[in-house]
């Protein structure tokens, strides 16, 4: 059901308006006739592989115009558009069909490549029904109530690339509200802040290495006087950072929480929420999405806990009620008696030293607090004495040395000392995956090289 109604969305969008504005790339507007066309020229060559019924289409994805076209041209015919990222990087090759064959995953619509921020990215099937709930959930973030005008005015600005669960998602969500948008094909502050004062959106959406971007770029705040929120997911954002953005731009930074496991966010913060609780609840990643469910367990004997202890988080997220059941993830959280929920850190990442827990994610937020630090990252190095023990990578701020010696000062005055970093390296550039998070295996890469 979930798939025709998506189905035939998507098949009505030219035929209501063809001449209207759809998709800014590279300053040049393609108008929904434009991307009709581009689809039906995509669906031709699905057509010559597959002649008959949905195909599972293999995209090597990048942000372009045709990629959103096949996108579309394969969820049209009840496909399942599977998500190829290019060996390159995101910026290598045009995006193009792979593979196509008869779809053996029913109801499927994406299978959509995992961050790979602790292990290689995996593929993770979501449903035509997770996906429109996904989709449709978003608006829980808008002031704009379900059931209003379809048409929404002004231009949105999508710069997550497609090849995350977020940049399908904002793509959807404007097609299917027929809300014009401009289309990075990467993040780059200059070209995102050419767009900002063109189109003057009253939100945007920014990951929060995107984010630090910004800050560091120092723009007139004239520039992005338009934006009354700002969304900020994939990885954790310190509270700090949040601060200085909202203080220098005016903008509440609306954190959330997702996971690609999940078919979307499960938390977050709303305008709402942020206007009556940030002063107390700062540092929190908001509170649970409607319809989606948060607990708190005990690592060790899975019983539920209770307000404001740690443990393991689980999440029923209202995208995947039909599949029932908790998600138990790697993430150690607290739920507040507001129900506002904290990352604590990764429970698979814990560093065991001489006995005592050391989370990276806790101590890499310490190390940012620092004016000279753009980004840090912790991980375990084994010892013999010890077991493990925490080491940093650091990257310095534009114009800043980052000396080690001060940064770790400032951390023993706030972390416990074993949890202060044995080592700290200072790297020009802390490695990304394409969501903007540490790629963590390149990271480990890195530091192998630097203490060798």
């Known amino acids: 059901m979930a798939a025709c109604e998506l189905a035939r969305e998507i098949g009505v969008i030219a035929a209501e308006d063809p001449d209207a504005r759809a998709l800014e790339f590279n300053g040049r507007w393609h108008t929904w006739g434009d991307l009709a066309a581009a689809m039906a020229r995509a669906d ?3 057509e010559e592989r597959v002649p008959d019924g949905p195909a599972t289409v293999g995209v090597l994805t990048r942000n372009t115009p045709g990629c959103v076209a096949l996108l579309l041209a394969v969820l ?4 399942c558009f599977v998500v190829i990222r290019p060996p390159g990087g995101p910026d290598a090759g045009p995006a193009d069909i ?5 779809s053996p995953y029913p109801g499927v619509a994406v299978r959509m490549l995992t961050s790979g921020t602790t292990g290689p990215p995996k593929h993770v099937s979501l449903t035509y029904e997770a996906l429109l709930t996904g989709v449709s959930g978003a608006k829980h973030y808008e002031s ?5 005008s379809r048409r929404p005015r002004g231009v949105a600005i999508v710069n997550s690339p497609l090849a995350h669960l977020g940049g399908v998602f904002r793509v959807l969500q404007c097609v299917l509200d027929r809300r014009p948008f401009v289309f990075l094909e990467r993040f780059e502050v200059d070209t995102w802040l050419r767009a900002v004062r063109e189109y003057r959106p009253k939100t945007a959406s920014l990951v929060p290495a995107a984010l630090r971007m910004v800050l560091r770029a120092d723009p007139d705040p004239a520039d992005l006087a338009s934006l009354l929120a700002v969304t900020c997911g994939t990885a954790p954002l310190s509270p700090d950072d949040a601060d200085a953005f909202t203080s220098r731009y005016g903008a509440p930074v609306l954190t959330s929480y997702a996971a690609t496991e999940f078919a979307g966010g499960v938390a977050g913060w709303t305008l709402g929420d942020y206007r009556k609780y940030w002063r107390d609840k700062r540092g929190s990643a908001g509170r649970a999405n409607p319809g989606s469910e948060l607990r708190v367990v005990d690592e060790t004997t899975g019983a539920v806990l209770g307000p404001d202890e740690n443990g393991l988080l689980e999440v029923r997220p209202a995208q995947l009620c039909s599949a029932g059941g908790w998600l138990r993830t790697t993430d150690l959280a607290r739920v507040d008696a507001d129900g506002f929920l904290y990352i604590l850190g990764r429970a698979d990442r814990a560093v065991i030293r001489g006995g005592f827990k050391v989370l990276p994610d806790r101590v890499a937020a310490v ?4 004016p000279d630090v753009g980004g840090a990252v912790v991980l375990g190095v084994a010892d013999d004495r010890l077991g493990a023990v925490p080491v940093a990578l650091v990257e310095p701020r534009p114009g ?9 000062d400032r951390a023993r005055a706030t972390l416990a ?3 202060v970093p044995a080592e700290l390296h200072v790297t020009p550039e802390l490695p990304r995956t394409i969501s903007g998070k540490v790629d963590l295996r390149a990271a480990e890469a890195l530091l192998g090289r630097i203490r060798a």
């Open 76 to 79: 049209r015919r009840g496909g």
């Open 417 to 419: 000392g074993y949890e």
């Open 98 to 102: 792979q593979s196509a064959e008869p």
């Open 44 to 46: 031709e060559a699905i």
């Open 144 to 148: 704009k109530k379900p059931g209003t």
């Open 400 to 408: 800043t040395s980052a000396d080690p010696g001060p940064i770790l």
């Open 367 to 370: 190390l940012e607090g620092h």
